[in-house]
Each structure stands twice: as structure tokens, then as C-alpha cells.
């Protein structure tokens, strides 16, 4: 398709992430638009539907065979993204598919081999946190070494609540995949092992959730870190990443809000929640996808980095469950996924 020609997107899975996607692609963002959406809970994207003047496929693989998308967005619940997925790489169309690709390891394995057979790189992940002006920053001082070596990074996860079918193992799988993600790119090298441990819990963490928990994770280099994922804590939405090199720290910035004195005290809000505090990273995200869809390229994170994720956080899983250390056995990635 012409750079100039208008994007036309399907998206299938028209939930509350979905809905912001569809929002950001037809009113905020430039060069595409959602002409279609797919649900299997048909009386809702039927709403949807109407709400953005789209069409509306009972079946989402009827959707990715339509003549008139160019593009599919996959967010659907997560053991759902695969399937359509496939489906995408099979009829050679771009697909941008929310975190994770798949649930089990070994499907995003097959989407892997599926896309490599076909011979074009397709398949674009959600890891938003790399569009993040922040981490950007961080990105360009580890690449150039311009304090050296990184040695330790020191990160932490909060939310402030969660819901009841938030559990346990959640906070590596659904919380944490966003470090495991955005560290590895940012320090550019695999991990070797991972570990979870479970300080003393909160009170207000209900009956299935163990919070908090630590992650550690050491580099094939050796790099040492270590992610608390503290989801109940209470005051607001909190992301920290402190990387430590041999000749200075840097720091993950804080989103820039006012100073308010008030109370006899000075105060600067905290974000509320994930989409408030990452919505220039979702904005820059899309954009990018847009324009490389447009140009017959993926830039992104591919599906070979949704495969890692997976891998790691399938490792830290069988290390929170079994309390031991475990090491992650993940392949040289290859040719057709180097940038
Ligand atoms: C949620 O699913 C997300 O993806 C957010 O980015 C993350 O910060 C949050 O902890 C998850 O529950």
C-alpha cells in the first residue's frame, strides 16, 4: 500500500484496551483507521461497532480474510491472541498483537516457526514500554556506554489495587512481563536464571495473591537485577528503574507533574493507573506501527521478543512455584529476527 493511503485496520477484541486502541487510531493518531472490529461476545462488539460507524465479523478470521483490511490488532483475552495471530501470518497481512503473543511458550514457538516459513517478519508485540520517552533515555546511555557498564538495575512494579482475579502468579505473567520485556532490550542480552521470592505480605492482599513479591534475574553477562512487583500498595501507579553502571546511575525519569503545596505539605501527584501513566509510550507505539505497516516493514518488538518473554517468565514461574533458582534455556536468536 501507498505511504499516503489511509491504514485500514481490523481489530478483534473490542474490551477495554481494545476500545483505547481503536480511540487513539481513529481520533488521536495520524494515517489509519479502524474499519472493522470482531468479538466473540457478539452483543458488545456490535456496540462498538456501531459507536465507530465500523463493521462489525461474528468471526474474527473471517475479519483477517477481508479484502478491505490492510491491518489486524489483536486483544482480544489472552489465550485468544494466538490463533488470530496465525491466521494474520498466514494471509501475509501486518499484525500488532497485545502482550503476551501467547500464554505457553511453546505457541509462540509455532507462531515463530509459522512467520519464519512464510518468510516475512509480520508480527508486532505490545510491549509499549519501549516507546516510552524515559526508558528511551536510559536506552541511548547503555547502548553508548557513557557511564560505562551496567551492573545492577533495581526496579519496582506497584499498582495500586488489584482485583480479585488478580492471583499469585499474575504479577510475574501479566505485571512484571513488562521488565522482563523492556529490561532485555534495554541492557540488549538475555537472561541466564530467575528467581521470586515473597517478603512478608500485605494485609491488604486477598486470599489468592501473595504481595509482594521480588524477582531477580541475572544477565548472560552476569548483570544482576532485581524487580519488586508490589500490586496492592495503596498511594498510586509507580514504575522505578535505577540502572547502575560502573561510573554513574541513571535513573527511569518521573512523569513531570506540578508541585502542590497544600496541606502544609508539598506534593506531586502520582499516576493512577497504567494507561495515564504510559499513554504517550501506546500513542508513540501505534504511530510507529502505522508507519512501518505503511513503508512494508515491522520496527517493533517482535514475535521472537514475545517468544523470550514468555520463556523468561515461564522460568520465573517455576522459580516462584519451586522456590529454587532456574535457569532460563532460551535459543541464540535468530537471523531473521536481528535488527
Ligand atoms: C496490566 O495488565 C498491564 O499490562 C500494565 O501495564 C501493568 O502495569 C499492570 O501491572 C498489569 O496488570
Known amino acids: 500500500m501507498g505511504k499516503n493511503t489511509t491504514l485500514q485496520v481490523g481489530l478483534i477484541g473490542t474490551g477495554a484496551i ?12 495520524q494515517g489509519a483507521k479502524v474499519i472493522a472490529v ?25 475479519l483477517i480474510h477481508d479484502n478491505n483490511i490492510d491491518a489486524i490488532v489483536v486483544t482480544t483475552a489472552d489465550p485468544y491472541h494466538a490463533q488470530y495471530v496465525k491466521e494474520a501470518i498466514k494471509v501475509g497481512k501486518y499484525v500488532f498483537c497485545e502482550k503476551p503473543l501467547a500464554p505457553e511458550p511453546s505457541v509462540c514457538k509455532e507462531i515463530i516457526d509459522l512467520e519464519m516459513a512464510g518468510g516475512k517478519k509480520l508480527v508486532q508485540v505490545g510491549f509499549m514500554r519501549r516507546y516510552d520517552y524515559g526508558y528511551q533515555q536510559l536506552k541511548k546511555y547503555i547502548s553508548e556506554r557513557t557511564y560505562g557498564e551496567p551492573l545492577m538495575l533495581h526496579c519496582a512494579h506497584r499498582n495500586p489495587t488489584v482485583d480479585e482475579s488478580y492471583d499469585t502468579p499474575m504479577a510475574v505473567e501479566n505485571s512484571m512481563i513488562h521488565e522482563i520485556d523492556v529490561l532485555r532490550w534495554l541492557l540488549g542480552e538475555d537472561y541466564a536464571t530467575a528467581e521470586v521470592r515473597f517478603p512478608k505480605k500485605t494485609r491488604h492482599a ?16 552476569g548483570v544482576r537485577i532485581d524487580v519488586e512487583a508490589f500490586v496492592c500498595c495503596g498511594y498510586g501507579y509507580d ?24 496541606n502544609a505539605s508539598r506534593v506531586y501527584p ?18 510507529e506501527w502505522i508507519n512501518a505497516c505503511k513503508a512494508g516493514r515491522v520496527d517493533g518488538p517482535t514475535a521472537w521478543d514475545g517468544y523470550a518473554g514468555q520463556v523468561t517468565a515461564a522460568a520465573a514461574s517455576k522459580a516462584r512455584d519451586t522456590q529454587s533458582i532456574v535457569t532460563i534455556d532460551l535459543p541464540e536468536t535468530p537471523d531473521f529476527y536481528k535488527k
Not at 560502573?246 to 512523569?255: K, R, Y
Open 18 to 29: 481494545g476500545r483505547t486502541h481503536i480511540e487513539r487510531i481513529n481520533n488521536t493518531l
Open 270 to 287: 502520582i499516576c493512577k493507573d497504567w494507561s495515564d501513566r504510559f499513554v504517550q509510550a501506546y500513542n508513540t507505539e501505534f504511530q
Open 239 to 262: 514504575i522505578k528503574c535505577e540502572v547502575c553502571c560502573e561510573d554513574g546511575i541513571i535513573s527511569l525519569p518521573e512523569p513531570s507533574n506540578a508541585m502542590i503545596r497544600t
Open 206 to 221: 486477598h486470599e489468592k495473591l501473595q504481595d509482594p513479591q521480588i524477582m531477580y534475574l541475572t544477565t548472560k553477562s
Open 38 to 62: 470482531s468479538d466473540a461476545f457478539a452483543e458488545a462488539g456490535k456496540k462498538v461497532a456501531a459507536q465507530y460507524g465500523c463493521q462489525f465479523f461474528e468471526k474474527g478470521e473471517d
